[in-house]
């Protein structure tokens, strides 16, 4: 796993490329373009494809989402889901873990389908929730930044 990443780290993006710009580097900075903007895994497949195609005809850069999540994959990138208020009122965690609308705007916490048998009641708990934060911890990111021997003498 870790020779992987070692090799990946190591990679040029294409034969010739210039500017130090890895495999790693180049997945790593789009997958989190992708996150901050929130876009859909398809989306993001044919930005890759896109990506890949304008490059010289050499090039790593893996053509999916899901060949790029291959090479992320096991850098433990561990996150947690929280639902959050729509209008950003306050987190679905703690003393709200079991509200379904918000306290202080009233908004539901689940998405609400208008008609049909399958519709959700909106005091029921079932359903898509209609914000999602992605909290990724900070003690396992330290733990692997320390992990290294060099890099934990250059962050002390």
């Not at 796993?1 to 070692?6: F, K, T, V």
Request: hydrophobic share 30%; proline share 6%.
């Amino acid at each position: 796993m870790y020779e992987g990443l070692q090799s990946d780290s190591k990679k040029p993006l294409y034969t010739g490329c210039k500017n130090s710009l890895t495999l790693l580097s180049a997945v790593l900075s789009l997958v989190n373009v992708k996150a901050r903007y929130g876009w859909s895994d398809k989306s993001f497949t044919s930005l890759l494809e896109v990506v890949h195609n304008l490059l010289p005809e050499d090039n790593t850069l893996p053509k999916s989402y899901y060949k790029a999540k291959k090479i992320l994959c096991p850098m433990g990138m561990e996150y947690q889901k929280i639902h959050a208020c729509p209008n950003d009122c306050i987190l679905y965690r703690h003393e709200f873990q079991e509200m379904s609308k918000c306290p202080i705007c009233g908004t539901s916490r689940y998405k609400v389908k208008d008609e049909g048998e399958n519709s959700y009641d909106e005091n029921s708990k079932k359903g898509p929730p209609m914000k999602v934060l992605w909290y990724l911890p900070i003690i396992p990111r330290f733990k692997r930044l320390f992990a290294n021997e060099d890099d934990a003498k250059d962050l002390t």
